[in-house]
């Protein structure tokens, strides 16, 4: 099992903590974090990842950098066969995501506090059936531009766990973010964009809720951008 030391080089970074949380916060998260919580540091070798279910899931589906959880909570509210991981290491944020699922009584949820290059690396070979990358970081100065989310080892590494027909979602509001991700996914032999016309990545579709962060870009004049690509 390899460590966070260990694989620097490709790194997703994220906050591990803001402000305190408020009691009642702490408290729904103090309950429910036994249950979901998944540390890809405990223990070794490859997940069954519908073992993580009480329930029966017909499909697993992954959010990498979930924020506050409104599109992850909204998700599993939507598709209930489905089971959902979803990795922040931002603690605030969780307790947000937390806060909904308590409200909702929603159980196909799994959280990973952690680096979500070690949970990728612990799943077995096309197991999901979709994946998330939602308004990720743009690290917009260039000498932060390894710290991007997309890259090629995390394209490779999602190429490999998603199934083949299954649908990869990347959002941004970042212009130049946006003509990076199509460059690094263009380059790929696993990957189609399905984009045909400017509705297919200016419209958000039906079953992409929109979150405060695409809501706080168009307060400030940003319109976003929603890829969709199907792993070959």
Not at 42 to 58: I, L, M, N
Not at 176 to 196: K, P
Request: glycine share 8%.
């Amino acid at each position: 099992m390899r460590n966070l030391e260990n694989i620097k080089g490709s790194r997703i970074y994220g906050r591990r903590v803001n402000k305190p949380l408020k009691a009642e916060s702490q408290k729904r998260l103090d309950k429910w974090l036994p249950t979901i919580e998944i540390n890809p540091l405990e223990g070794e070798g490859v997940y069954d990842p519908k073992s993580f279910f009480q329930g029966a899931v017909d499909q697993l589906a992954l959010e990498i950098g979930f924020g506050k959880g409104e599109h992850l909570a909204w998700q599993a509210a939507h598709n209930p066969k489905t089971g959902f991981f979803g990795c922040e290491p931002f603690i605030n944020g969780v307790s947000g995501l937390v806060d909904q699922l308590d409200a909702d009584d929603l159980k196909n949820v799994r959280v990973i506090i952690n680096d979500a290059r070690l949970f990728l690396d612990r799943l077995p070979d096309g197991c999901l059936d979709r994946a998330f990358i939602l308004f990720p970081d743009p690290w917009p100065k260039k000498r932060h531009h390894k710290r991007r989310v997309v890259n090629q080892g995390n394209i490779n590494q999602l190429a490999r766990v998603l199934k083949p027909g299954s649908e990869l979602r990347i959002g941004t509001d970042h212009r130049d973010y946006c003509h990076w991700i199509l460059a690094h996914m263009l380059r790929s032999d696993d990957f189609d964009w399905l984009g045909e016309g400017p509705d297919d990545w200016h419209v958000r579709p039906d079953d992409w809720p929109g979150t405060r962060y695409e809501a706080k870009a168009l307060e400030q004049g940003r319109t976003s951008t929603y890829m969709r690509f199907k792993r070959r």
